[in-house]
């Protein structure tokens, strides 16, 4: 037997094997039961982690290494797991089954020497076990060895047990080193052996490659591999799509709200002072509004008050003439219109800007003054008028209040 060396880590630290630990029991049992759970939920990666912060070198129960072992080789520790097959191996623990795993472990993180050693370990024990030739054909590919030396190993192996894997293998090795009718009966016998499954439609492809007639099974095997092949391309090509319209969509509304952003900032800028006409059409509309609801009102107050016919002949005249001062205030605002849309018409015969533009400050002016004088008359009519209806309802009282003496 070998006596192998290892490292082991604890808590991070990195220890020698025959340091002794003092580790509370009941603790340790705690974190055992908690790797058992996360293995049977199939949870690894996390249960490697908690074996990695503990000390194994008192545990000399196999099982319990043996689940540790699978717990880290599942999540692709296998430097971990090598060091916990090592402590296993030291104690006599695990068998010939330990000294296969432990040969694969060695395999795998490139220890070759190690592992030749414990080959011809596990050939001595377990000469009539058709697994040492798979183990070294694993340990002869993984040091390069040609491939004439591996046909002969898988050739050895076939003899003892059929495989598909390793017949595939085996054809593909065959392919390789240009053995064409050794390829094509082993592709051959495949199909035959297994009907269906990964290794089998590898071999038709493999025999296809050759450029050989392929049987109506290995026919309809390769026409289920297109057919998968194009639904898997047609799969491929609508995620493409469904992506891509995903993507413009996505970029569409980034447009919209980069534009909504833009239309935010130049907003402000867009609102512009009205123009100096639909200002003067405002004042006049204004204006019209105010003399007809002053007129609306004191209309009431003289039903309101029952005053005699003349006062209210006088209020009516005095609303006229106020209309009429409006509509010549709205003709001189057409007036300046149609002038402004000469000068807009006719640009070569337009006035100067100096003098265009004393114009319409004039028109400006007038326009403003007669609103104004308009608005002023108004106010002073209707004034007067409810001075006069007050005084004639103090007349009226006076005459009653004599009558009733008399």
Same mark, same amino acid.
């Given at each position: ?154 050739? %050895? ?43 089998? *439609? ?5 025999? *296809? ?51 909504? %952003? ?27 509004? %105010? ?53 807009? %018409? ?47 309802? *103090? ?12």
């Amino acid at each position: 037997m070998i006596k192998l060396y290892g490292v082991f880590r604890y808590e991070g630290q990195f220890i020698d094997t025959l340091e002794v630990f003092n580790v509370d029991k009941y603790e340790f049992n705690i974190k055992l039961e908690q790797i058992k759970k996360l293995a049977a939920k199939k949870e690894y990666k996390q249960a490697a982690q908690i074996a990695k912060e503990m000390n194994w070198n008192k545990v000399k129960d196999w099982s319990t290494l043996a689940t540790v072992i699978n717990v880290q080789e599942a999540a692709g520790d296998y430097e971990e797991a090598r060091d916990m097959a090592i402590l296993a191996y030291n104690r006599n623990l695990g068998g010939r089954k330990l000294i296969y795993k432990l040969t694969e472990f060695f395999i795998k993180v490139n220890d070759f020497e190690n592992a030749e050693e414990l080959y011809k370990e596990y050939a001595k024990i377990s000469a009539h076990d058709v697994n040492r030739y798979i183990l070294y054909y694993d340990l002869r590919r993984a040091q390069g060895a040609p491939d004439a030396e591996l046909v002969k190993i898988l050739e %050895d192996y076939k003899e003892s047990e059929i495989d598909e894997k390793y017949m595939y293998e085996l054809a593909n090795l065959y392919y390789k080193t240009g053995r064409r009718e050794e390829c094509i009966k082993t592709c051959d016998n495949l199909v035959l052996w297994f009907q269906d499954g990964v290794y089998v *439609e590898n071999a038709v492809k493999l025999k *296809e490659k050759l450029g050989v007639n392929l049987s109506n099974t290995q026919r309809r095997i390769l026409g289920e591999i297109n057919a998968r092949k194009s639904d898997e391309e047609a799969n491929k090509e609508r995620m493409f799509m469904e992506q891509k319209e995903l993507a413009r969509l996505k970029k569409d509304e980034v447009g919209d709200v980069l534009e909504a %952003d833009e239309l935010k900032k130049t907003e402000p800028d867009s609102v512009k002072e009205q123009p100096a006409s639909e200002a003067k059409e405002n004042i006049a509309s204004e204006h019209d509004n %105010d003399s007809s609801e002053d007129s609306d009102e004191l209309s009431i107050d003289l039903v309101q008050n029952n005053q005699n016919s003349a006062l209210k002949e006088s209020i009516v005249k005095a609303i006229e003439r106020q209309n009429e001062a409006n509509k010549e205030a709205a003709a001189a605002i057409a007036e300046n219109k149609e002038k402004q849309k000469a000068a807009e %018409d006719n640009p070569a015969g337009s006035l100067p800007d100096s003098l265009s533009e004393s114009l319409s400050d004039s028109s400006d002016n007038s326009f403003s003054e007669n609103v104004s004088k308009a608005s002023l008359s108004l106010k002073e009519l209707i004034e007067n008028a409810k001075k006069k209806i007050e005084n004639s309802c *103090e007349k009226i009282s006076r005459e009653d209040e004599e009558e009733e003496d008399v």
